[in-house]
């Protein structure tokens, strides 16, 4: 069982709407999790991170936790053309990082 | 604050050769990252450090890669003798610790032939 799992997409929303991005992790014992977002031949760049005590709001970002369930999202209002790329969910369980395949996004104008 | 360096940029060398890259942290970070990234996939962790001393290295290829962080700053990552299956992007990271988020650098990418 992988420890993050991401549907691959891809995701396609049109300029101002909401694009809503899933992970799923297995360790029930994961505190914090984290947003990368990689554009086409760059490095991940982290967006945001939550830790297991509440979701979280940065911008047009929003982070959220459903322990219960096991899954993190990343909702990102107002969307851009230049939001286009690959979204990365990231969790650390046993002091270690563990990234997911990512799910691509296109805003089209 | 300056971020994660890395050299070199590209890398093209022919299968059975050897290949060295480097990274140097964030300053102050003590924990750095070693990640093997294939086209479509998501990061792969190679290996730990924290410090000097390795945390995690049950992902690294250890009949083909080393890696060393000397002085608890700099690190080094070799492949020898390099496969065709290790053309990929080569992604350093630091972070100041868990649950510290990871920085990374701009990565080397190699390629095989």
Not at chain 1, 76 to 105: E, H, K, M, W
Not at chain 2, 63 to 88: H, M, N, Y
Request: net charge neutral; glycine share 8%.
């Amino acid at each position: 069982q992988k420890e993050v799992e991401q549907n691959s997409g891809p995701l396609s929303v049109p300029e101002g709407a909401i694009a809503s991005l899933n992970c799923t992790y297995s360790d029930r014992g994961s505190q914090s999790f984290f947003w990368y977002r990689q554009y086409s031949g760059k490095s991940p760049e982290l967006i945001m991170f939550i830790y297991s005590n509440g979701d979280k709001e940065d911008g047009r970002f929003t982070a959220q936790l459903n322990k219960a369930s096991q899954y993190v999202s990343l909702l990102i209002r107002d969307s851009q053309p230049s939001d286009s790329a690959t979204y990365l969910c990231a969790v650390n369980p046993r002091n270690q990082f563990y990234f997911g395949t990512g799910t691509s996004l296109t805003v089209i104008p | 604050e300056a971020g994660v360096a890395q050299s070199p940029r590209y890398k093209i060398i022919e299968k059975r050769q050897s290949v060295a890259f480097w990274c140097n942290p964030i300053s102050g970070h003590a924990t750095l990252y070693w990640y093997q990234q294939i086209l479509g996939q998501g990061p792969k962790l190679l290996i730990q450090f924290q410090n000097n001393g390795v945390v995690d290295d049950s992902q690294l290829p250890k009949d083909r890669f080393s890696a060393e962080r000397l002085k608890g700053v700099d690190s080094t990552l070799k492949i020898q003798p390099a496969k065709l299956e290790d053309s990929a992007v080569y992604l350093c990271a630091s972070s100041q610790g868990i649950p510290s988020p990871l920085h990374f650098g701009n990565g080397t990418r190699l390629t095989v032939t």
